[in-house]
């Protein structure tokens, strides 16, 4: 990890983004995006999860949000709402849902390579759905889940460290 990538984790801020993407990002990192996002709409801090364009927004505040890519639940399995973060877990057991467990998942999935939550899980309140990293890169961008909204573990590392427990979140389709 080169010292601009440990200074831009560290620092969080705007300007060391734009000197990490400048600079050139990390082997196997992924480029975030800085984008407008309506301030007013959603707030410093939300999370805004587009379905139909299969991105996850960031609100930065000042009308600007990182974007970044994502997958969705399949046909049959996507939602929209308001919601907000309830928790947040470093390596995350997987516990499958009885409907899940039906169709021949196990009962639960312990961290590690095999777990499909990936490195780190955004638990959203009232629902069984979280955000989470995924061990299935190539499913990013796609339609595939159960309703969980899938990272590249990067990126969900990224975003476990900026998001605060409380913070609102919105699914839109």
């Given amino acids: 990890m080169t010292m601009c ?16 993407v400048a600079t050139g990002l990390p082997h196997g990192a992924q480029a975030k995006e800085i984008v407008a996002l309506e301030s007013v709409k959603y707030p410093m801090g939300s999370i ?6 299969r991105r996850l927004y960031y609100s930065l ?4 949000a990182l974007k970044y890519k994502v997958a969705v639940g399949r046909p049959g399995f996507q939602w929209s709402g308001k919601t907000f973060v309830e928790k947040k877990k470093k390596d995350p057991g997987w516990y499958p849902t009885a ?15 095999k777990n499909p939550l990936g490195i780190r899980a955004i638990y959203l309140g009232w629902t069984e759905y979280r955000i989470h990293g995924t061990n299935a890169p190539s499913s990013i961008g796609r339609a595939v889940s159960s309703g969980c909204i899938r990272m590249l573990n990067t990126d969900v590392a990224d975003l476990f460290e900026r998001v605060h427990i409380g913070a609102p979140v919105f699914v839109i389709r």
């Fill in 5 to 20: 990538a440990k200074k831009c984790r560290h620092a969080g801020n705007l300007f060391a983004l734009l000197a990490l």
């Fill in 99 to 113: 409907r899940m467990r039906r169709a021949g998942a196990p009962r639960f999935v312990p961290p590690g390579p």
């Fill in 61 to 64: 505040g000042n009308g600007q």
């Fill in 48 to 53: 805004v999860i587009d379905t139909s364009e």
